[in-house]
């Protein structure tokens, strides 16, 4: 069974940059879907970044151009690098990983069902 461990959270500048990582504990990764989620105070839980087993990415527009996910499958530990950040990307963001993949809807929470427990970014 597949457990993930977000890390790499904080509190920075707008502009600033931040790199996140999702240990993957349990099998191999490199069959499953994985995305960066993030739920800001008082929304819900929306998508950012999204790798599928292919390697091919996609991004929320909000955050194209600014946001790169990544990952490293030797390490199991996949990366979500944040430059330019806005105080409207503050959030927890989340890890999430699923074995039906590929996904028509990448960046649909619904369609994930194993997740970390969350790290704070705060963009001030």
């Known amino acids: 069974h597949v457990q993930l461990v977000e890390s790499g959270g904080g509190s920075v500048p707008a502009g600033g940059s931040l790199r996140l990582s999702c240990a993957v504990n349990g099998p191999s990764f490199k069959d499953y879907c994985m995305g960066w989620f993030r739920q800001a105070p008082g929304k819900g839980r929306e998508g950012v970044a999204a790798?599928?087993?292919?390697?091919?990415?996609t991004y929320a527009d909000s955050v194209k151009g600014r946001f790169t996910i990544s990952q490293d499958r030797a390490k199991d530990t996949l990366y979500l690098q944040m430059d330019g950040l806005k105080p409207e990307d503050t959030a927890i963001y989340y890890c999430a990983a699923d074995r039906v993949c590929p996904k028509r809807q990448p960046h649909d929470p619904s369609e994930y069902n194993i997740w970390g427990r969350g790290t704070q970014v705060t963009v001030s």
């Open positions: 790798v599928n087993r292919m390697g091919i990415t």
